[in-house]
C-alpha cells in the first residue's frame, strides 16, 4: 500500500529528502479532546517548497473553513 502512496505522492524513501515532492512520516492522530486514536502516514512538503508553489498552509490541519477546531 505505501508504494502505490509513494509512487502517487512523487516520494521515493532512498532519494534525498530535498529531491522528494513530499516526504512520508508517521504522526499521531487525536480526537478533539487530544486522545490518541491511531498512527497514520502523512506525505508532508517542506515550507520552503511550499511557498515556492504558493501552497496554502493549515495551521490547524482542516482543508474545509466548514470544519473549524475549537
Known sequence: MLTALDELEGYHPDRDASENLYNRK???T??????????AWVYIMTEKLAIQLQGIHQPNG????SHKHK
Open 26 to 28: 508517521q504522526i499521531e
Open 30 to 39: 487525536q480526537d478533539l479532546q487530544g486522545h490518541l486514536l491511531a498512527y
Open 62 to 65: 482542516w482543508w474545509s473553513s
